[in-house]
């Protein structure tokens, strides 16, 4: 059983920053070969933000965020982070952690096995 527990959401200003946290097991991270981060908004699809192969670390972003978001990782701790700067409203959403084990590391919800629970994010104007 793979669990991801996320942390780090809240609320902020726009322009401002806030940093999300993955955390998953030793077992889990073996066996999450790409980790990425989702969002929601309700009535829209979940959409990815970004991705993470865990094996060598190479990194994919949506374009509405590409520039503003990081994502990055560390094996000795099992966790990702995603660095979110210059923030905006329409950054607005839940924002979930996933993980699958493959090492092609594909983008789609459909694709990701393991989900955390979720963590808001609110960026007011």
């Known amino acids: 059983q793979v669990q991801l527990d996320e942390s780090g959401g809240g609320s902020v200003q726009a322009g401002g920053s806030l940093t999300l946290s993955c955390t998953t097991s030793?077992?889990?991270?073996?066996?999450?070969?790409?980790m990425g981060w989702f969002r929601q908004v309700p009535g829209k699809e979940r959409e990815g933000v970004a991705l993470?192969?865990?094996?060598?670390?190479?990194?994919k972003y949506a374009d509405s965020v590409n520039g503003r978001f990081t994502i990055s990782q560390d094996k000795s701790v099992n966790t990702m982070w995603l660095q979110m700067n210059s923030l905006k409203p329409e950054d607005t959403a839940m924002y979930y952690c996933?993980?699958?084990?493959?090492?092609?590391?594909?983008?789609?919800?459909?694709?990701?096995?393991?989900w955390g629970q979720g963590t808001q994010v609110t960026v007011s104007s």
């Open positions: 996933a993980a699958h084990n493959d090492y092609v590391c594909r983008a789609l919800p459909v694709d990701f096995t393991y």
């Open positions: 030793r077992y889990g991270y073996y066996m999450s070969k790409c």
């Open positions: 993470i192969s865990t094996r060598d670390g190479i990194t």
